[in-house]
């Protein structure tokens, strides 16, 4: 299983991205799939995840800013961020859970204030 991340830059804060997760090899019976990001000097932490049957949860500190959604016809997962502050500034991993958890190599998100 191989994740690619795009969609990453830098935006000023208050602007959006959307970051995609493009998904190949074998992908059948993907589990839940989402995004952690990881600040410098900080610890990896969840952003938001989706399960197969489309629940979603979020960190509190994306709740009502980030989307996530998965497209399973074009095996890519997204990641709709607005109203961007500077803390959100980090680097971006999709991730997909099946019988291992599978990670791309993620995405730098750069907000400037």
């Known amino acids: 299983v191989q994740l690619v991340e795009s969609g990453g830059g830098l935006v000023q804060a208050g602007g959006s991205l959307r970051l995609s997760c493009a998904a190949s090899?074998?992908?059948?019976?993907?589990?839940?799939m989402g995004w952690y990001r990881q600040a410098p000097g900080k610890q990896r932490e969840l952003v938001a995840l989706?399960?197969?049957?489309?629940?979603?949860n979020y960190a509190d500190f994306v709740k009502g800013r980030f989307t996530i959604s998965r497209d399973d016809t074009r095996n890519t997962m997204y990641l709709q961020m607005n109203s961007l502050k500077p803390e959100d500034t980090a680097v971006y991993y999709c991730?997909?859970?099946?019988?291992?958890?599978?990670w791309g190599r993620g995405t730098q998100v750069t907000v400037s204030s």
């Open positions: 991730y997909a859970s099946l019988a291992y958890v599978y």
């Open positions: 090899g074998s992908i059948f019976n993907i589990n839940d």
């Open positions: 989706i399960t197969s049957g489309g629940g979603t």
